[in-house]
């Protein structure tokens, strides 16, 4: 029997979240760091050292934040029926729908998130969190990715009960 590959991707690569922004927002902390330690040491001025330490909070705040809330992010979910393909890095999983406890979403967060929460811990721990491929700003939609994905597990962990 050959292997079917999982056929729909339910979520978007974070590389944005995870690699893009944090360097610009380290680029733009260095930028204007040297910019005000220059004019600070031409100036002979002090207080351009209390201008430095407001540009390192105002610049190191948001790429600590955006770090934090990325790390998390899963690169790849696919859907393989009764089965979800993730990876994270480099490691890769294979999930069936009633080895997930149950499903968050957090629509109202930048990026936008479904979170699966595993029965058991993994590898790569409990939690699989990932951006949807395709999302709407309500969450009450019944069409949408994050209720039929409840859905599914709902019946999957119902079929393995009974």
């Not at 902390?29 to 600070?40: N, P, Q, S, W």
């Not at 909070?57 to 934040?65: D, G, K, M, N, S």
């Not at 811990?121 to 699989?128: C, K, M, S």
């Amino acid at each position: 029997m050959s292997r079917v590959e999982p056929a729909r991707a339910l979520s978007v690569d974070p590389y944005y979240y995870k690699v893009i922004y944090p360097r610009f927002a380290l680029g733009a902390l260095v930028i204007v760091a040297t910019t005000v330690a220059v004019f600070g040491v031409l100036n002979e001025a002090w207080s351009s050292l209390w201008a430095l330490l407001v540009v390192f909070v105002l610049f190191l705040w948001p790429y600590i934040r955006l770090k934090q809330i990325s790390m998390g992010l899963f690169d790849c979910v696919t859907d393989g029926g009764d089965y979800l393909q993730v990876r994270i890095d480099t490691v890769e999983c294979r999930l069936l729908l009633s080895d997930i406890e149950y499903v968050t979403a957090m629509f109202y967060s930048e990026p936008p998130r479904i979170r699966l929460v595993l029965k058991s811990p993994r590898q790569f721990g409990r939690v699989v969190a990932f951006i949807p491929a395709r999302y709407t700003a309500n969450p009450f939609d019944p069409t949408g990715l994050f209720q039929e994905l409840r859905e599914r597990v709902r019946v999957a962990n119902n079929h393995t009960a009974a």
